[in-house]
């Protein structure tokens, strides 16, 4: 059995780590990955607008105008940069950056002709793969109070499983200006912290190189959006959040290893979950394109474009927050006796993110929408010279609220 709090690796470590990379580099990948994505962000929007990837509004689309994709592109460049200048050489990352490329290219394709769900799928596998070739890999997982679970035989279809996973989760997340840039942000920046505290150096740069691209594509496209990083950005910052996570922390012996890609990418993979899971309650494809994402039903109960992104951005920081005292917080010592006062301050920002939790999903999509809407179809059936109804319109609003099937509220 395997004590929580065992071992070291609750002390915060830094300096030097694999091959002479120091942490400091960690910062200059961030800075040097911004300035290329900002930089290059214009020119690849003229870029896309030539070629013809152009998003046009569409049924569920949030945005007014044809905006162009290929944002990701920029993405890439900053990534590339900082990669091949700050990324310590060796056979892993060869294959994050092979991957990278490889992934880049079946998003772009599909920014620009829209290619058939399988085809997508099948480039994703592809590039997955890649890194998982060259060791980016799970061959065990560390759980609090148990003994490692060992993939020997398995590892590496379970990583490529969860590489794509993680590559779908962020594209179904990209569905409003700024979101998926925003949350990528702020999830591959504690990681960084993260994983270089853990003397995982050469994932903590690859972290920060990411959190600065996505950051320096986010001032184009930060509501309203000039651009949109499109399947090529999506799919690339999925891939590089799966490997910082295997390579930063599930490659490590933290007791709650597997905890922390959970409470970091909470936001991303609960939208993703709600709406699998309501495709699949009412038996449709689950790769088409709906509007049921969260960014969606906060519009439809009249958030602007910027205060779903806010709101969102501060539900990951409240999670973020959780992730890192976990880290940091000595709530356990080596033999894993928990102390009551830091346990308490664990619990006090465990408590934090359940409340922002809750607030965005019970308060705000569902006590304000009954409110809003109680009131509308009181509205309309006064107009229609009836007398409202109480049971129909409780009747009315429970289907909506289960279907997501109603008209926007204003704002």
């Known amino acids: 059995m395997r004590p929580l ?4 690796w609750m002390r915060p470590r830094a300096g030097v780590g694999c091959g002479g990379v120091s942490d400091l580099d960690a910062v200059w990948a961030f800075a040097v990955a911004g300035v290329v994505a900002l930089a290059v962000t214009p020119f690849i929007a003229r870029l896309a607008q030539r070629v013809g990837a152009v998003d046009a509004p569409k049924e569920r689309s949030l945005h007014t105008a044809p905006t162009p994709r290929l944002g990701g592109l920029a993405i890439f460049a900053g990534v590339l940069v900082a ?13 994050i950056l092979l991957g990278v490329v490889a992934i880049v290219l079946v998003g772009a394709l599909d920014d620009v002709y829209d290619l058939h769900p399988a085809i997508k799928l099948l480039g994703q596998v592809a590039a997955a793969v890649i890194p998982v070739a ?49 949350v990528c942000a702020i999830s591959a920046g504690t990681f960084a912290v993260i994983a270089l505290s853990l003397d995982r150096t050469d994932a903590g740069i690859l972290a920060a190189l990411s959190a600065g691209a996505a950051v320096g594509f986010l001032v184009w496209n930060f509501p309203p959006a000039r651009i949109f ?12 959040l799966a490997c910082v996570a295997i390579q930063g922390v599930l490659k490590t012996a933290a007791v709650v290893a597997l905890v922390f890609p959970l409470v970091i990418l909470a936001v ?8 699998l899971a309501k495709r699949i309650k009412y038996r449709q494809p689950v790769y088409r394109a709906d509007a049921e994402h969260f960014h969606h039903r906060f519009d439809r109960i009249g958030f602007s474009p910027r205060r ?104």
């Open 308 to 411: 779903t992104v806010l709101y969102l951005y501060g539900w990951t920081l409240s999670l973020a927050a959780l992730a890192l005292a976990l880290r940091f917080v000595p709530y356990s010592d080596n033999n894993g006796h928990l102390d009551l006062g830091w346990s308490l301050l664990v619990v006090a920002f465990a408590l934090v993110a359940l409340a922002a939790s809750v607030y965005l999903v019970l308060v705000l999509e569902i006590l304000k929408f009954r409110r809003f809407r109680e009131r509308q179809l009181r509205k309309e059936a006064l107009e229609h010279g009836e007398t409202p109804d109480p049971d129909t319109i409780e009747h009315e609003i429970v289907r909506e609220v289960e279907t997501g099937d109603f008209e926007a509220l204003g704002r």
């Open 134 to 182: 060259m060791d980016v890999r799970v061959e065990n997982l560390t759980l609090p109070f148990v003994d490692p679970i060992e993939l020997p035989d398995s590892g590496g279809v379970v990583t490529v499983v969860g590489i794509v996973a993680m590559m779908n989760v962020v594209n179904f997340s990209d569905g409003q200006d700024g979101l998926a840039a925003g």
């Open 229 to 240: 990083m499109g399947d090529s950005g999506s799919n690339l910052l999925g891939l590089l």
């Open 5 to 8: 709090g065992d071992e070291t």
């Open 268 to 275: 991303p993979i609960l939208d993703t979950g709600f709406v």
């Open 83 to 95: 990669g091949l200048l700050f990324m310590p050489e060796g056979e892993q990352t060869r294959g």
